[in-house]
């Protein structure tokens, strides 16, 4: 037996419950392509996405482009500091090239701390939290950013990826890990990070949206949001 | 000519995954089918390298991410898997402490090799089970690169090919890389291959 097989004998065998997890994350993709298909019945979208799903909608951009970029987030706080730091809430790090990786834990709390933090990268961002009501998809103390004035996508893709390494404990990034890279963003633009957190905190579910580069450095005008009838 | 009823779940099971990924583009829906082909074995190897916690959470990301990224799929690739595992593979690198936390657990209590693995061979899987140890010190002290192709080639079993491209390096780097991680576990387990002794 060649030596690379040889590794076959440290995989482990898929728990037993195996096949429940992959039906449920099958159940959510087909959620996600009803939803992003524009033919389906409008309350059927808004009905059948379950909650963390429909957060994960929206930090793989898929919301965005199917619901003309309608977006849920709260009020902004200002705020102040530099450099490598972790946090209870978050987690900022610079690198080498000049990008700087963030993520935030479910106990995200502190959008000011993380704002100053990068804004002391040279990241100009808003950063807002969005309170998810347990049970239901949308968050309801929130409000609506709707028509957001966006970079176009190669400018996106050039300054937001997915992924990099925090040097943090585990439980300081526990949704994904973004870098950004400041060079990239255009003169006068700014980012709109919103994390979306359970109201009880009793799940795993808290995570960054994907940044969004916005043209203006300018909060979009918030419109208060309602429940869906 | 007249219109003969088709059934839509056969053509798109005659489809190429980079037809179906091309059509996607304009019609999401499509990408539905790309899911039903290769989310059961994604997740398997995302739960293998990250255990049952995250294995759910990384599965839906990747899904997500190759989604977004669909309009850049190169279509000369018929095949998704390797694409996929890719995507796979760079959502697992932010994860890496909960990985090797993963792995540390595995190495303090092994897990039942799966049969398959060896078939009737009980004499390999015997074998395999007393180095496992020291595999895992190979597999630990690998660089991360040398790591992911080890796994994608004996974990996930894609051909070197697959393996290339799913890590965006040359056919002839997966030979050296893969060559270079045989003499080490050869010399972690003493100069000898167990699998070729008398079990």
């Known amino acids: ?229 | 000519m007249p219109a003969t009823p088709v059934d839509a779940h056969a053509v798109e099971e005659d489809r190429s995954d980079a037809e179906l990924i091309a059509r996607s583009v304009a019609d999401p829906s499509c990408f539905a089918a790309v899911f039903d082909r290769h989310a059961d074995e994604i997740l398997r190897y995302v739960h293998a390298r990250l255990g049952p916690d995250l294995a759910e959470d990384v599965t839906a990301e990747t899904f997500l991410a190759a989604f977004r990224s669909r309009d850049r799929y190169d279509t000369a690739r018929p095949d998704a898997r390797p694409w996929l595992y890719g995507i796979a593979v760079r959502q697992i690198a932010s994860h890496r402490r909960a990985e090797a936390r993963y792995r540390r657990l595995l190495a303090a209590a092994p897990p039942e090799i799966a049969a398959e693995d060896f078939g009737d061979r009980s004499a390999e899987r015997v074998s395999a089970q007393r180095v496992r140890p020291q595999l895992t010190a190979v597999l630990d002290a690998l660089r991360r690169q040398d790591r992911e192709l080890l796994l994608l080639v004996a974990w996930a079993g894609l051909s070197y090919e697959e393996s290339a491209a799913a890590l965006g390096i040359t056919v002839s780097a997966v030979k050296s890389r893969l060559n270079r991680i045989r003499m080490r576990t050869r010399s972690a387990l003493g100069g000898s291959n167990p699998m070729n002794e008398e079990g």
């Not at chain 1, 009905?47 to 429909?54: F, L």
Request: net charge positive; with cysteine.
């Open chain 1, 1 to 229: 037996m060649d030596e690379i097989t040889m590794f076959t004998a440290l995989r482990p065998s898929p728990p037993a419950g195996v096949n429940a997890m992959r039906a449920a994350v099958l159940e959510r993709v087909e959620d996600v392509l009803r939803d992003a298909d524009p033919a389906a019945p409008a309350r059927a979208r808004r009905t059948r996405v379950p909650r963390r799903w429909h957060r994960l909608l929206v930090a793989g951009g898929i919301i965005t482009a199917a619901a003309a970029a309608a977006l849920v987030v709260p009020a902004v706080l200002p705020g102040g500091t530099n450099g490598t730091i972790i946090t209870k809430a978050w987690a900022v790090e610079r690198n080498a090239d000049g990008s700087v990786t963030f993520s935030v834990s479910k106990q995200f709390d502190d959008p000011a701390g993380l704002r100053r933090a990068l804004k002391a990268d040279g990241v100009s961002a808003f950063v807002v939290v969005n309170r998810l009501i347990v049970g239901e998809s949308y968050a309801y103390d929130a409000c609506n950013y709707v028509n957001l004035d966006l970079e176009p996508d190669a400018i996106q893709k050039a300054v937001v990826t997915l992924g990099g390494h925090v040097d943090a404990p585990s439980d300081q990034v526990t949704w994904p890990t973004w870098t950004l890279h400041p060079a990239a963003m255009p003169r006068g633009s700014a980012l709109l990070i919103a994390s979306w957190l359970p109201s009880n905190r009793a799940t795993n579910n808290a995570g960054a949206m994907i940044p969004l580069v916005l043209r203006t450095d300018r909060l979009p005008v918030c419109t208060p949001n309602k429940p869906p009838s």
